[in-house]
């Protein structure tokens, strides 16, 4: 079964709430925040194929955090890899780690506390 979620069909005051509650839905909870004033635009679509969640997400620069707190809200066996396709984002774990380039494979487990950051429109397949 595939869903897909834009942004472009809520209430642009709403978007950025609605966002962070799809991708928390999606995959696991997360803490996220804008880092623009500007109106939000994200798209998120997945695909279960078995034990398997593929995804491509596309937004609007963000902060999105798993943080001790959002682990203990639901701790999950999940290991997520992702092929960074456009832009450029922190990469995930400690702070100080290199930016992920267009063409990387980021990857983290769902069990450690993780952040990414983007200052730009990014585009992710997991």
């Known amino acids: 079964m595939a869903d897909f979620l834009r942004t472009g069909d809520v209430a642009e005051a709403d978007r950025f709430a609605q966002w962070r509650h799809w991708i928390s839905a999606t995959f696991v909870p997360l803490e996220c925040a804008q ?62 780690m290199p930016c992920c380039a267009p063409g990387t494979w980021p990857s983290t487990t769902a069990a450690a506390p993780t952040r990414w950051t983007s200052a730009s429109r990014t585009t992710c397949r997991s």
């Open 35 to 96: 880092v623009s004033r500007k109106p939000f635009r994200g798209e998120v679509g997945h695909w279960e194929l078995g034990d398997m969640l593929v995804s491509r997400v596309e937004a609007d620069p963000h902060l999105a955090a798993r943080t001790r707190r959002t682990i203990a809200l639901r701790d999950v066996g999940y290991y997520k890899a992702g092929l960074l396709t456009k832009a450029r984002a922190a990469c995930p774990r400690r702070a100080g």
